[in-house]
């Protein structure tokens, strides 16, 4: 609800519409697979607890993260414009989801046209955050990706209350970062290390520290996105 509320403030009927969502919650323990690239894609999942990502596993084998999703997030919405699951969906900490069937997802659609527009400005938000990394992929250096990367992750913790004095606990590996950009492990460790050295940040196990934000943010050299606000031209509450 706070993903579609970043645009506008549902009405009552809009958020009870939304809290009714999904079936059963569904936990699983880490690195446990939700969904399988190719399966039957008749829906798509709300991830309320814990962290979980999208991947591809490449032809040579390798892994490609494409997402890291964090509570609150949407999984596996590209699979809506196709009959297979087009990416695989993980737990990477022990997770607490719902299943949304398509079905469903219709009639909130055809009941509240208004949270459909909101839903489809949320995936637009999304996309812009997916082309910024692509761009930084291409086009920055390994120490920018992994800075920029970083916000990200504080900024979208910071949200759920996770982030304390600029210190937040980071539930990745340095596979789960090296595969996400593209870096081996050895790569992802020096450039934390470098990071550390420059007095960016402070790691102590799972926890980062940033110390030094806007220094971290010129490193990222990342465009600072404003959501939209003029939006009288959405479909009017039913």
């Known amino acids: 609800m706070k993903r579609l509320e970043d645009f506008t403030t549902l009405t009552p009927e809009e958020a009870d519409a939304v809290r009714a969502l999904g079936g059963p919650t569904i936990r699983l323990d880490r690195l446990r697979e939700i969904r399988r690239e190719g399966e039957p894609a008749t829906g798509f999942y709300m991830l309320e607890k814990g962290w979980a990502m999208a991947s591809h596993i490449l032809p040579s084998g390798s892994r490609q993260i494409l997402k890291i999703h964090l509570p609150g997030d949407i999984l596996g919405t590209p699979s809506m414009c196709s009959d297979q699951a087009v990416e695989t969906l993980s737990s990477i900490t022990p997770v607490v989801i719902r299943f949304v069937p398509l079905t469903q997802f219709g009639a909130l659609i055809d009941a509240h046209p208004r949270l459909s527009a909101l839903f489809l400005l949320s995936v637009q938000a999304e996309r812009l955050a997916l082309m910024d990394q692509l761009a930084e992929m291409g086009r920055t250096t390994a120490e920018a990706q992994l800075a920029a990367f970083l916000l990200d992750i504080a900024r ?61 943010t010129k490193l990222a050299s990342r465009p600072q996105r404003e959501k939209r606000k003029e939006l009288s031209w959405l479909p009017k509450s039913r």
Do not use: C, W, Y
Not at 158 to 173: H, I, K, M, P
Not at 176 to 193: A, K
């Open 156 to 216: 979208r913790l910071d949200r759920l209350g996770e982030v304390q004095n600029d210190s937040f606990a980071l539930r990745l590996t340095q596979e789960h970062i090296g595969d996400l950009l593209g870096l081996t492990n050895v790569h992802v460790n020096r450039m934390i290390r470098l990071l550390e050295d420059k007095l960016l940040i402070r790691r102590d196990r799972e926890r980062i520290t940033i110390l030094d934000r806007p220094g971290l």
